[in-house]
């Protein structure tokens, strides 16, 4: 079990660029989450999918945001035309649902937006 | 909303010294499960303790928290601080149905560092 995957582990862009974040959940996990970690504000809910369908976007701020889900193997997060204030840990977590209560989370994303 | 309080932004003990993070919360249902997560420098978040029992102590790994619904609390303690402990610590409340799993919302994290 290789645990939750993210790629890159690194990502540094300028301002206005695009960002794109990639997620593969822990295989046979039904449910993927995105939080945001930043020192300022913790660990922030974005969104979530439960068998490839979005369940839950309310953390997701409105403009330039967006993730999909295409398969069950990999989720992705993007940003359109970053800001220094998208800089933060991206991190994505799965589950089992129905199986249990515990999310895993992966490694992370580190994003600077310069 | 449902919200999660953890008063101590930073805190720095001595080794041998016993721990104590606060943790309270706020949500108008019944069904809330909370959570710590610990984060440590260069590893993932993971599961520290979990409850959603009211009034019952729950143990894991030296640390303990128990569940107090009439107080919303869920306080985090360990009885002798080790250096290995120095970590972020983060309080989480989820809203389960039917015991699946569903978005956390945690506090703002308690960073600890333990010194010798």
């Known amino acids: 079990n290789a645990g939750v995957i993210q790629t890159p582990r690194h990502k540094v862009t300028g301002k206005g660029q695009e960002a794109t974040l990639w997620c593969e959940p822990i295989?046979?996990?039904?449910?993927v989450f995105w939080y945001r970690q930043t020192i300022v504000q913790g660990l922030e809910f974005l969104t979530y999918?439960?068998?490839?369908?979005?369940?839950?976007d309310s953390g997701m701020p409105k403009e330039r945001f967006s993730a999909q889900m295409p398969n069950q193997s990999h989720s992705t997060l993007k940003i359109q035309s970053t800001q220094p204030q998208d800089s933060a840990v991206y991190l994505c977590?799965?589950?089992?649902?129905?199986?249990?209560?515990?999310?895993?989370f992966g490694p992370g994303t580190r994003l600077t937006v310069l | 909303g449902d919200s999660v309080t953890q008063k101590e932004g930073l805190v720095t003990l001595t080794e041998g010294l016993p721990v104590m993070l606060n943790c309270t919360y706020q949500?108008?249902?019944?069904?809330?499960?909370l959570f710590w997560y610990v984060h440590y420098l260069n590893e993932s978040p993971r599961l520290l303790l979990k409850?959603?029992?009211?009034?019952k102590r729950t143990e894991h790994q030296g640390f303990h928290a128990t569940l107090h619904k009439s107080s919303s609390s869920f306080h985090l303690q360990k009885s002798s601080a080790q250096l290995s402990d120095s970590a972020l610590y983060y309080c989480?409340?989820?809203?389960?149905?039917?015991?699946?799993?569903?978005?956390?919302?945690f506090g703002k994290g308690a960073k600890l560092t333990v010194s010798p």
């Open positions: 949500t108008i249902y019944s069904n809330a499960f």
């Open positions: 999918f439960r068998n490839q369908a979005p369940i839950d």
């Open positions: 977590a799965s589950l089992n649902w129905g199986g249990e209560d515990e999310q895993y």
């Open positions: 989480a409340l989820s809203l389960m149905q039917q015991g699946t799993g569903s978005k956390l919302s």
């Open positions: 295989s046979g996990h039904s449910a």
């Open positions: 409850s959603s029992t009211d009034n």
